[in-house]
């Protein structure tokens, strides 16, 4: 049975860094490009950042870019998120997938398997 579990959520203050780790039990991981979405209470799940199979492209959601870091670790079956520079607004819970898709990684539809998340909060 394939499952994804997130890890590494907490409460942090404004300016702080949290990193977000997935351990996925999938066998062939390295066939699934890997992302990072979140929810924050009353919104639409968002994209915030992906990794190709290899590890080598990664693709950042607005609000990730130039603070977020996707990275993966095949041997592990492990995927990061290293999150900097919080502010409150990156409040939310955040979800692990994992799709066998290779392209439109934004959109939450084809995604193979969820996480069940974990919370990050950011107080200011």
């Known amino acids: 049975q394939v499952q994804l579990v997130e890890s590494g959520g907490g409460l942090v203050q404004a300016g702080g860094s949290l990193r977000l780790s997935c351990a996925a039990s999938?066998?062939?991981?390295?066939?699934?490009?890997m992302s990072w979405f979140r929810q924050a209470s009353g919104k639409e799940r968002e994209f915030v950042a992906a990794?190709?199979?290899?590890?080598?492209?990664?693709w950042h959601g607005d609000s990730a870019k130039g603070r977020f870091t996707i990275s993966r670790d095949n041997a592990k079956n492990m995927v990061y998120l290293q999150m900097n520079r919080l502010n409150p607004e990156d409040t939310a819970v955040y979800y692990c997938?994992?799709?066998?898709?290779?392209?439109?990684?934004?959109?939450?539809?084809?995604?193979?398997?969820w996480g069940q998340g974990t919370q990050v909060t950011v107080s200011s």
């Open positions: 990794i190709s199979r290899t590890g080598g492209s990664t």
């Open positions: 999938i066998r062939t991981f390295s066939n699934y490009h």
């Open positions: 997938a994992a799709t066998l898709r290779a392209a439109n990684f934004g959109s939450r539809l084809g995604y193979d398997y």
